[in-house]
């Protein structure tokens, strides 16, 4: 099985744009995920939206590399989201080449989130991006199948629905669930394990999404049977892998390249053919 890998920006979120972009070439990575807009007010927050002096250098760095950008991320659907907001956000997206953007749903009204994310799709499409939805167990998109149910509902055949193997596990969801969805649904899909025990609280499902994941083939997550279901219908498959306390010890590029090398064993190790 080959998968084209991209460098998620959590992975080595303790860099700045540029140096995530030098970190994937240097890593091995074909792809980059760029966060252009923080996911939490404690973030580091660059200068990534506009014609900024970041985002030209981040154009450069970019073409002399060869590294193409997968996704930008993170759009939250809340209930006071205007849409057209997001506007300036995917226009730098197109001009760094981004073929997905990240979407959270973070409206319990679904019938509103849905709305939005049809609008969304809309404004995305004017720029060559493919908005996709994130369910994740704390937000208002908590699992897979109600987000297969809201990306269906927007009518919008440029709605996708992101697969992250954490969220994924802990919100309950099984492999077998993942043939619901249309492969064409299934534009890119992120990559991590995690421990077989899932968390009691709140607080230690966020510090494990966010802080502390593992290298695949090191949890208990059914990524076997996540790569098996999703098959080849990705066009690439994100590494998204914090470890904030190697990183303590271990520089960005080393722990990107030991992340690289895992995924390609897992890959390695499965036959499509064999599975079907």
């Known amino acids: 099985m080959k998968l084209p890998l991209s460098l998620a920006a959590l992975t080595v979120l303790e860099l700045d744009p540029v140096a995530m972009i030098r970190c994937a070439a240097d890593a091995g990575y074909a792809h980059i995920g760029l966060r252009l807009v923080p996911a939490t007010p404690t973030e580091p927050a660059h200068d990534t939206v506009g014609d900024t002096p970041t985002v030209r250098e981040m154009k450069r760095v970019l073409a002399d590399t060869g590294i193409t950008t997968s996704d930008i991320e993170i759009l939250r659907l809340k209930p006071e989201t205007v849409v057209a907001d ?7 997206g197109a001009e760094l080449g981004a073929r997905f953007a990240l979407i959270a749903g973070n409206d319990p009204d679904e019938a509103r989130l849905t709305a939005n ?6 404004l995305a499409r004017r720029y060559g991006i493919r908005p996709h939805l994130e369910p994740m167990p704390w937000t208002d998109c908590r699992d897979f199948v109600q ?11 440029e709605a996708g629905l992101l697969i992250d193997p954490i969220h994924f596990d802990r919100a309950l969801n099984t492999a077998d669930q993942i043939a619901l969805a249309s492969p064409a649904r299934l ?3 992120q990559f991590c394990d ?6 009691e609280t709140l607080e230690e499902l966020l510090f ?7 290298p695949p083939g090191e949890g208990g997550i059914d990524l076997v049977g996540i790569l098996r279901a999703v098959g080849e219908a990705p066009s690439a498959l994100s590494v998204e892998i914090p470890q904030q306390a190697l990183a303590r010890t271990v520089g960005a590029v080393e722990r990107a390249t030991r992340l690289r090398i895992a995924t390609e064993r897992m890959l390695a190790g499965i036959d499509l053919k064999a599975a079907a």
């Open 86 to 92: 997001f506007e300036p956000v995917f226009a730098t």
């Open 117 to 122: 994310l049809a609008a969304t799709c809309e």
């Open 147 to 157: 987000g297969l149910r809201i990306v269906e509902a927007t009518g919008m055949p």
């Open 187 to 189: 534009g890119y899909v």
């Open 194 to 199: 995690a421990p077989a025990k899932r968390p």
């Open 208 to 214: 494990q999404g966010r802080a502390e994941r593992l």
